[in-house]
């Protein structure tokens, strides 16, 4: 399955931006997606993840201003994110899993990888 991310952009700190991760060359209704956001120089962390069955993980610091859902109808999964803060500047990327829930998406290696979209949030 081919992931493609859209929706990122230049942004002012406060603002919202709606990531969507279409899939392609594959059904996804039965793979948990996930999001990740990589900083220059860092290892990707993990953000949030959405089960097959819709159900939302969220990373710590994530507080409630992230909110991941999914759409199998148009095999699209997304990352909605309120309150832009500076520090949320990264390039955002979606994976899709071979099963449909993890307890923990960091010690699981995806099936595919989008190619990411840049979110940069100015102050």
């Known amino acids: 399955v081919q992931l493609v991310e859209s929706g990122g952009g230049l942004v002012q700190a406060g603002e919202s931006l709606k990531l969507s991760c279409a899939a392609s060359?594959?059904?996804?209704?039965?793979?948990?997606m996930a999001w990740f956001r990589q900083f220059p120089g860092k290892e990707r962390e993990w953000v949030a993840a959405v089960s097959n069955g819709g159900s939302a993980d969220y990373a710590d610091f994530v507080k409630g201003r992230f909110t991941t859902s999914r759409d199998n109808a148009k095999n699209v999964a997304f990352l909605q994110i309120d309150n832009l803060r500076p520090e949320d500047t990264a390039m955002y990327y979606c994976?899709?899993?071979?099963?449909?829930?993890?307890?923990?998406?960091?010690?699981?290696?995806?099936?595919?990888w989008g190619q990411g979209t840049q979110v940069t949030v100015s102050v």
């Open positions: 994976a899709a899993f071979e099963w449909g829930y993890y307890s923990d998406y960091t010690r699981v290696s995806p099936i595919s």
């Open positions: 060359g594959g059904d996804i209704r039965f793979n948990a």
